[in-house]
């Protein structure tokens, strides 16, 4: 189809480019099709040392990520991350640490799964510790690993007067309630759990915004990426007809859903645009509503409190 006729079903935004030499940045979930992958090649383009993250061969990444640029990309460096596991998030922590030196001037928490797309789970799947996954990957290892990383981000907040934390949530955050935060949907419904996940993100990065702006000039952001074809739907689909049928009509799904290039354009966006608001949801590089519950800032501070305690139990 002709890129003037796509227009009519899919309209992005686009991020303007920023120079960002000497800067630091992390993008965790960065596999080959990822809305990740595609934020770690423009950053990195655009001059800022990339550590990505994925969770099997970093080192086939990085050469998916080299594969046709002009300067190889050497700022671009990967490592393995499994978000589920605790052990696996301390590795990567203690690994930037000792190898990229004590600051971060952003994070960018790409990663997650959204599961059981055809909603035939009756039970939730527990992860190897216990919890349901989409909330133990989506939100208890995104903010394990934030939690962790902010030493290094105040540190560089300090020397340049801001740092950045860039959680991709969903506007299916709608689908998530404040009550089942803290104890769980009765029945089990894995797209609420999903909702759930991402509401707690959103909540996370408001609180985040609360507690670090003023003092340690850490600004937050979350963002809706718009819907896009990405590997997400592939593993949420797999061993299913519906995803069979998907795998016959991609070129078909193209012409509707964003790519992950212009997927990732508002994350992009929140990682770079020179003295952008933090605390706010944004889709299509601008602000956009969120959810009545996303703005119950008591619960937002509980829930932070709560992560908090859980992270320090881990060490």
Known sequence: MPKSKRRLFVKTALAERVPLDGKKVI????????LGFETAGVLASWGASIVFTTRKNPEATRAALLQGTNDGLPRV???ALDLCDSDSVGRFV???????????????NNAGVHLDLMSQW?????????FEIHWRTNYLGTMHLTHLLLPALKRAAERTGEARIVNV???L?????????FGGPEPYDSWKAYGGSKLALIHATFEAQRRFANEHGIQSYCLHPGAVSTNVATKGLEGTWAGRARNALLSVEGVFLKSPEEGAQTQIYCATAPGLSGGIYYEECAPAEVSQESNDSKVAHRLWD????????LR
Request: glycine share 10%; no cysteine.
């Open 306 to 313: 709560e992560t908090e305690a859980w992270v320090s139990s």
């Open 27 to 34: 993008v965790t979930g960065a596999s080959p099709g990822s």
């Open 94 to 108: 203690q690994w930037y640490l000792d190898t990229e030196g004590d600051e971060l001037d952003a994070l960018v």
């Open 169 to 171: 949530v969903s506007k």
């Open 77 to 79: 460096s990967g490592h």
């Open 173 to 181: 955050h709608f689908k998530g309630s404040n009550s089942a935060l």
């Open 122 to 130: 009756k039970e939730p799947h527990l992860s190897d510790d216990g």
